[in-house]
């Protein structure tokens, strides 16, 4: 079993940067994919990034270019940077890891991942 906390959110003015972190435990595996999804009041829950434990990033169009996922195998622990932030991306942010690596093209899936965290609200204030 892995647990997941999320750490960073909270409120922020549109133009600002934030960045987001997720520290893992238990059986957790170096391997595995780690991803970034959020969820807006009233919307699905939507991908924003992921890394995986073989190499390779994949970030959503709604925050490319102002946005980057990092990792710290040596800390179990992952990072999500957003710059330039708008209204739009005020959301409950969650993270996600994967038992196992993960094929480019399932990254931005939701089934892939095996464990969540509770989510981290960011508020986007104009």
């Known amino acids: 079993q892995v647990q997941l906390v999320e750490f960073g959110g909270g409120l922020v003015q549109a133009g600002d940067s934030l960045r987001l972190s997720c520290t893992a435990s238990?059986?957790?595996?170096?391997?595995?994919?780690m991803a970034w999804f959020r969820q807006a009041p009233g919307k699905e829950r939507e991908f924003v990034a992921a890394t995986r434990g073989s190499g390779g990033n994949i970030i959503a169009e709604a925050v490319r270019g102002r946005g980057a996922v990092s990792r710290d195998s040596a800390k179990n622990t992952l990072y999500l940077e957003i710059s330039n932030l708008r209204p739009e991306d005020t959301a409950v942010y969650y993270c996600?890891?994967?038992?196992?690596?993960?094929?480019?093209?399932?990254?931005?899936?939701?089934?892939?991942?095996?464990?969540w965290g509770q989510g981290t609200q960011v508020t986007v204030s104009s």
């Open positions: 996600a890891a994967s038992s196992g690596d993960t094929a480019y093209f399932l990254m931005a899936r939701e089934r892939t991942y095996d464990y």
């Open positions: 238990g059986r957790t595996s170096s391997s595995g994919t």
